[in-house]
């Protein structure tokens, strides 16, 4: 399972692969239980974990160096039902975050994200995009003016009655 294709969706709790999306929606598997569902874009939203950043004090951070830190600090994670653990938790594993913009339901997510996804044995690395050599740029020339032909001066005919 590639982390690439983990999802995010609204209304529906824990992680899922996306298996295939259709115009009107995706199929899903769930990372915790393996059941395959239809989740419609009228009442869910996909967010993909590659695509999730997180607020600190510099720059948004991936959630995969969130992850990264997570698995640097080893040891146990902290009991998502209390809200100042896993707030103490952060502030020890990422200091940088910024605590006014994650909620603690954002830091419990993660926390739960990070657990399923070790469960899963899930290897947790972002997408490399191949690098492309840069193409050679040529010079545009201004074109020419275009020289305009004369005017044809033309000469009405009176009508005579």
């Known amino acids: 399972m590639e982390y690439s294709k983990l999802v995010a969706v609204t209304g529906l709790p824990g992680l899922y692969e996306l298996i295939s999306s259709k115009s009107d929606g995706a199929v899903v598997r769930s ?7 239809f989740a419609a874009t009228r009442s869910h939203n996909f967010s993909h974990l590659e695509s999730i950043e997180i607020y600190t004090v510099n720059e948004n951070v991936n959630l995969v160096d969130i992850f990264h ?3 640097k600090a080893g040891g146990s994670l902290p009991d998502v039902k209390n809200n100042d653990a896993v707030k103490k938790y952060f502030e020890k594993v990422f200091p940088d975050m910024d605590f006014e913009k994650v909620y603690a339901s954002d830091m419990k997510k993660m926390v ?3 657990d399923v996804l070790k469960k899963n ?3 947790i690395k972002l997408t490399e995009v191949p690098e492309e050599e840069p193409e050679p740029v040529e010079e545009v020339k201004e074109p020419e003016p275009i020289a305009e032909a004369p005017k044809k001066k033309t000469t ?3 009508k005579t009655e």
């Open 69 to 71: 830190a997570i698995e």
């Open 121 to 123: 044995n899930v290897e």
């Open 156 to 158: 009405r005919k009176k």
């Open 112 to 114: 739960k994200w990070y």
């Open 31 to 37: 990372l915790e239980d393996g059941s395959t569902k």
